[in-house]
């Protein structure tokens, strides 16, 4: 048997502290603490209870509506900013507002209808105040291809539009609804690498969808992949037309040349935020005079002037549609959600402001359900507008709001003169905005910093490019958590040795891994102090943990000239304990008993005692064997290990 | 600016290791490594490498054929033990297999068949000592619950027992494949909680189902969730049959009062094991006696003499069929693997044995694949049979050869006398069976201990219960799978400060949650001491934790008199991190350091260190400022703190 210490044994030994002081939490105020820090890490909401009512109230609404909070202190100063970036934004928006309507095959008004609506409820309610609001491409095609899957735009177009609108409605659900139940940790799950993965392969998938505009062809395949796209282009060179295609690359060179000039010389934002418009303006023009449509160069076709219709009676909620509208809505919401919250991120941490992710869903949902009421399809937040934006030099959200009042104009009054633009003018404007997405030195760094993050990357951009964009989705999902399972299911377990002090202090803070501190000095002889990695010990890892301590011991006990006779068991990394965890402690304990060897635990965390408490395992160990610190267990060890070599009576 | 210490300011602290002193381990031994403690934690071929070739393949042998282990020492004393423990669970298999035979609604020869090859598979290839193989009522009713959603037996009962044969095919391919990758793992996601609530809602829904045995009704619902049961059984009084249920009541009664006798007096193990068969026996002559059928009582009926035929020309492979086939054997297989696994750990837990996984897996692999080939279904460990060998004092799974020895003679000779048994005698010992499986006492203990894994249970329970088998199994799974992915998303954060130690030494053993330690002081005043607790610090907790890291240097600022000037983050439970983790490292010093507050580290395990060296990260925060201890770390802000007072010059 092993040899048990008398508790006087331990006086000089700091205790574990296993509950907190007021004894065990309640049921439900452990509960209301878990739930808090699941949901609400932010606490947006703190010292609300101490205030009237009416303040009370007020603050809420200032929570949900951050106009009011920025609007109060509105200048005319800021409002110049604002202006500017706004009308830089606008002539940014109306060829993308065309070139993704096209992407998503809908009528390109809709595409200007969707700069409208979208930004002006995103100016008061959004959080960002850099972000610009706008169709993107990426959802653009998602939606394009979960919806052509069941009606194609070429044979029922007012169907087709019908389902994108009902989609964008479920987006708009799903979105709000996030946002209201606090679940801005399903988001998290969508990795930064597993977003540039996906990012990379749709950018060169939507490039290959180009190839119809820059080859002025007539049809197209609707599969994706690069492997079919290729195939269907080059077994139908008779479509070619090659005055589209010298416009094309005309225009092309063009673009190129002002994103190198942005990005040599910052300052000169606004060249590269106003080529497309001025690609788009040369390209009507040209094919006015020229009438480009009967020489090679298809044109947009007709743009009704007025400003957005409703479109709720168009919604469809029939069974037959209602499957594919939500699965569209809600694949696209998620990524568009992913993709918006990223991007304000990331230009708000420039600022070193923070974005709510939880209220940006929220502002995101309730834009996205108002658009699909007044003929507007997907929208979020777009890389190139909040770009363009931030180096406008954008004050507030207010910008949003300019480029909006700009979209009316457009669509009050200029949109028919747009309805000479070149089919392959817009798709140099999105070939040359997808250049940038593929982003090769960011996965080159990730190949360089984290082999995993680089796998999870490369199979969503190949998932893309070879099958579907779906495909690829739900590879970089699947692998991102499964990562994150293979965390949970393979803690780390380390045996921890004495890194010498120079003060020459023994207490664990000196407790390190041999293998990280090759010079540390074993504790003690016959005394094996275990780290259990961090995590917690769960059903997950139970099995695992077992087969992993056995053979530290097994290695131990073949390694030591001394007989083991401690196994000191550090579980200050352990963050929670569940019943096949505790279940696994115990038959590791009646393994140790028999072998003759003792546990000791040292510092489980506060809710880990509980659990042992409430379990009983802290009476199978014993109470005056669980020690504060590493430290102390190994000198009550030695203690005890010198008491019985004294008395003579060997310790197993 | 931070207060920026001289480089000579800390040479009386321990510098941290940040990689280890051969330098960065080489790519491919770091995925080694990594892959081997992800696989191979029990590392089974430790040390072969020395040996010579022939002893080496030896031993692989050995390994995959643990008969040859215990074969070698076998002695006549052991075989008696086996003997009489083979004897004993035979005289329970030949109930049992033709009960759970009709439960998955094929022939009843069937059952018996899978009574004689597959132990005999298991004797030679199973490493566990006690577990007797068989059918188990769980898979039975799942096989038949999917098939049956394809082929209803009743319709082409031919097609639906060659579907069985083939989902037994593919449990095997399943589970072998599973074992030779490795892949034991995939099982432990299934946590006790929720095979416990699984398989008490199971046993419920089989009871439910012997109500037509016990009823004594001709027809009865495909459907097996409680609401249709109970429907159809009141909506069909007319069927039922009073001799059958007086027949019956008096089976249960005396089947329950048998293990009643057996829980009493566990040396009565064999009243309860031979009972089964004593009521079959006792209803074979009682129904031969007064022509059970004629009076209502339905009987087995015809069971053909002989051996198991070959079953390999009746495999189905065609498209039609091979879907629904896979998905039977997938499903049932994953849950057969978690009960037998499960069933031979607990068992081994009792003798201190060890259960290798992956090796039962290729054994339970082989015995079904073998087992489809001879015309039996899925089996597994089961665990009545593995009680009563266990209790019977079995010694090796040379046991298992002699209960399929025993059942051999019973094919080739007694078979045919088995047709008169009833059809309620059946249903008595399967709903006997079943009652110690709705473990209520467990989900008591779970609900005292914890909440969420109770929960666990109780969703797998009412999900089979109240909709279908495969619903609870999925919500189980499900369930269990968030709960892991919460442990990776919303890692635990504390504040720690100094537990006063006995010895006076300030060293870091003493830094503890003041939530957990209210006694403790707080380190040094301008001086936030934060652990990131245990997990992997990844893009699933990125965001929580720049968050909760933000509202505690907010809380810090707001209730302290003195100015934070430093924040010391505590890696030590941190066990990996990735980009997404490095990126908001950086960002939480970024805006730390705008707000004049300097960060430090302390104690990255090997994994983060290289890490941060490789992204860089270690240069953003200065190696200077990452310390083995939170007393180093403590002790050098100190120092610092106090140098810019003496010198007159604010920290901030």
């Not at 799950?189 to 119809?212: C, E, H, N």
């Not at 998620?334 to 992710?357: H, Q, T, Y």
């Not at 003060?503 to 891994?513: E, I, L, P, V």
């Not at 395992?617 to 009550?636: K, L, P, Q, R, T």
């Amino acid at each position: 048997m092993a040899a048990v210490a008398p508790e006087n044994d331990h006086e000089h030994h700091r205790r574990v502290n296993l509950l907190p002081a007021a004894g065990r939490r309640p049921l439900g105020a452990a509960v209301r603490a878990g739930l808090k820090d699941t949901f609400f890490p932010d606490d947006p909401f703190r010292g609300l209870g101490a205030l009237p009512p009416a303040r009370r109230a007020w603050r809420v609404v200032r929570y949900f509506v951050p106009a009011l909070d920025w609007g109060a202190e509105y200048s005319l100063g800021s409002f110049w900013y604002d202006l500017l970036a706004g009308v830089t934004i606008a002539s940014l928006s109306i060829p993308q507002g065309i070139s993704y309507a096209t992407l998503a095959s809908i009528p390109p008004v809709i595409g200007l209808y969707s700069c409208f609506v979208p930004p002006l409820v995103y100016a008061v309610m959004g959080s960002s105040r850099n972000l610009g609001v706008g169709p993107v491409a990426t959802s653009s095609l998602l939606v394009a291809s979960i919806i052509g899957g069941k009606v194609k735009a070429s044979d029922d177009p007012q169907l087709y539009t019908q389902l994108v609108f009902t989609s964008a409605f479920f987006t708009g659900v799903l979105q709000a609804a996030l946002g209201f139940l606090r679940l801005g940790i399903l988001v998290d799950f969508m990795s930064r690498p597993a977003i540039t993965g996906f990012m990379g392969g749709t950018a060169i998938v939507i490039m290959l969808q180009q190839l119809k505009g820059l080859l002025g062809m007539k049809h197209f395949t609707t599969k994706t992949d690069v492997v079919s796209v290729l195939r269907y282009v080059f077994h139908n060179t008779h479509q070619w037309q090659w005055q589209s295609t010298v416009l094309g690359v005309c225009f092309l060179i063009f673009l190129v040349f002002t994103e190198q000039v942005r990005r040599r010389r910052p300052k000169l934002f606004w060249v590269s935020a106003m080529s497309p418009l001025l690609v788009v303006i040369v390209g009507c023009v040209f094919s006015f005079l020229i009438k480009g449509d009967k020489h090679g160069i298809p044109i947009v076709g007709t743009l009704k002037r007025g400003i957005n219709p409703s479109s709720i009676s168009q919604l469809k909620f029939q069974s037959e549609y209602v499957g594919v509208a939500m699965k569209a809505g809600f694949v696209s919401g998620m990524l568009a959600l992913a993709e918006g919250v990223a991007v304000g991120r990331s230009f708000a941490a420039m600022k070193n402001e923070r974005i709510d992710g939880n209220k940006e869903m929220v502002a995101f949902g309730l834009m996205n359900l108002i658009g699909s009421f007044t003929s507007c399809y997907i929208t979020t937040g777009a890389f190139s507008k909040t770009a363009v934006n931030y180096h406008a030099g954008c004050r507030t959200a207010m910008s949003n709001a300019v480029m909006s009042a700009c979209m009316a104009l457009v669509l009050l009054a200029l949109a028919p003169l747009f309805r000479h633009t070149p089919l392959v003018a817009l798709s140099a404007i999105i070939t040359a905005s997808m250049l940038g997405l593929v982003k090769h030195r960011e996965l080159r760094r990730l190949y360089a910093v984290d082999k995993a993050d680089f796998a999870v990357a490369a199979a969503a951009l190949l998932g893309v490019v070879f099958h579907t964009m779906i495909t690829g989705l739900a590879l970089a999902v699947a692998v991102s958590l499964l990562r994150a399972l293979l965390h949970v299911a393979r803690p780390p377990t380390s045996k921890l040795a004495l890194v010498p002090s120079v003060s020459g202090a023994a207490d664990d803070a000196s407790f390190r891994d041999v293998a990280q501190y090759p010079s540390a000095a074993a504790a003690e002889p016959g005394v094996l102090v275990l780290q259990i990695g961090g995590s917690a010990v769960c059903f997950a890892n139970a099995e695992y943990l077992r087969e992993r301590i056995a053979r530290w011991v097994d290695d131990e006990a073949a390694a030591g000239e001394d007989d083991l006779v401690y196994v000191v068991l550090d579980m200050g990394g352990v963050t929670a304990i569940d019943t096949p965890g505790i279940e696994m402690l115990r038959e590791v304990h009646g393994r140790l008993e028999k072998k003759g060897v003792k546990m000791a635990m040292t510092n489980p965390r506060i809710e880990v005692a509980e659990k042992l408490v409430l379990s009983g395992f802290v009476e199978v160990i014993g109470e005056s064997w669980m020690f504060v610190s590493n430290g102390d267990a190994v000198a009550a060890c030695r203690y005890t290990l010198q008491g019985s070599k004294h008395g003579g009576v060997p310790p197993v």
